[in-house]
């Protein structure tokens, strides 16, 4: 056994073997630096747990724990590891549980008439999450991505035959928006894709969906703090789109995403 620093904190900490702590304990005893480093380190020890055990903690929110969540389930995949976090943090953690974002009924057009939608239909859970997890994108998270369209076309066949989604990368060009990657997450049992585009201005806009068998839906709108989110449900699909961009402009895009009037990258 070749005594070290990392295996020396574990026979001060206790958390060796009785065998391994003996072997431990003989060779400190033929080292005086050995046994001043331990006497350091056992001086430094501090009651962590003890000062904590007995002091009343806050119950979890359930959107920070539905964040929580997805952002665990994604960092299990391997193959399809989280997008580095960057950049200014969002103002939701900068408090001791701020009050959680309102929601509000917007505006919507359809077949030329404008009326307010309903949102009393209860959120999806994967939604809130994916919500909470834009808001830790900003510019500077995707600036040095660029789309691997190898890679992107891979991606998209998979969500269409392991994941079972004909979905498509929709082209938002026309929309100065800049496909930068798609990503298969996943919330539970439930696949969760994630598409990132990146305007000429400002932060990302995240294009996301997942499977829902539930009717077709039209699209809602609200605010979330300062993101915009819309959705919509179709051929058993549900959609998101989300971003700091203005409520109007992804108003605009989601509808003509909904309609088809843009067309697909790699199909």
């Not at 119950?59 to 920070?64: G, S």
Request: aromatic share 6%; proline share 7%.
């Amino acid at each position: 056994m070749i005594l070290n620093e990392t295996l020396l904190m574990a026979w001060v900490d206790g958390e060796l073997s009785s065998h391994e702590a003996a072997e431990v304990a003989d060779l400190v005893a033929l080292s005086p630096e050995a046994q001043a480093q331990a006497a350091a380190m056992a001086v430094s020890q501090l009651p962590y747990r003890e000062a904590f055990e007995h002091q009343h903690q806050p119950e979890i929110p359930a959107r920070l724990a539905a964040s929580i969540a997805v952002l665990t389930e994604a960092s299990r995949d391997r193959a399809t590891p989280m997008p580095p976090l960057g950049g200014r943090q969002p103002s939701r953690w900068q408090g001791v549980w701020i009050a959680m974002a309102f929601v509000a009924g917007v505006g919507c057009t359809l077949g030329g008439m404008r009326f307010w939608e309903s949102t009393e239909e209860a959120e999806s859970p994967w939604i809130t999450a994916v919500t909470q997890y834009q808001e830790m994108y900003v510019r500077d998270t995707l600036v040095q991505v660029h789309d691997n369209a190898a890679l992107s076309a891979r991606t998209l066949a998979d969500i269409q035959t392991q994941d079972r989604m004909p979905i498509v990368i929709p082209d938002l060009q026309s929309a100065n928006l800049e496909f930068k990657r798609v990503q298969r997450l996943r919330y539970g049992d439930k696949p969760v894709v994630q598409m990132v585009y990146m305007p000429a201005s400002g932060d990302p806009v995240a294009l996301c969906a997942a499977p829902d068998i539930r009717p077709d839906k039209a699209m809602q709108q609200r605010m979330d703090e300062n993101l915009s989110v819309v959705t919509w449900r179709s051929g058993n699909i549900s959609y998101m789109l989300v971003g700091r961009s203005t409520p109007a402009t992804l108003r605009d895009i989601s509808e003509r995403i909904r309609s088809g009037k843009v067309p697909a990258l790699y199909s």
